[in-house]
């Protein structure tokens, strides 16, 4: 039916970073759109954070529709990423929501005419207790 699979962040220890997830949508299945990707990634989260992590991170595909996925799951975008043909990185910028996200994509995309510029989207996963014991710590007391 379809998979779904990650690793550790490299870049964030709390962090788990999700490499792929994917339905089998060929129409003789009738898989499409009943909300099976949506099942495997809360089932992603639960493993993640049952093994301790904090936050699910994921580059997403250059399309509207993965991103429009991601964004129906909670997920918030954090980061823009310029890639050229051989994957290397032009440049990573911060977002702050996906509207501004949009208009910084096309200015990236002027700038360096990249193969893709991808969004990189972000989720807590840690339990309503420890979110809203983080809203009310003061920097310092974090």
Known sequence: VGICYGC???RDDGAVHLQGI???LADTKGYARIGIGSK?????EAAAKQR???RVGVGSADDPKVEAFYLKNSFRPSELVAKGATNEEFERVHVDDYEMGNLRREELRLKYNPREVIFIFEKSIDDGVHAA???TLGEHER
Not at 40 to 44: P, T, V
């Open 8 to 10: 550790p962040s490299k």
């Open 22 to 24: 994917a339905v089998n």
């Open 40 to 44: 495997m990634l809360r089932a992603f």
């Open 52 to 54: 301790g992590f904090t």
């Open 133 to 135: 014991r983080r809203c």
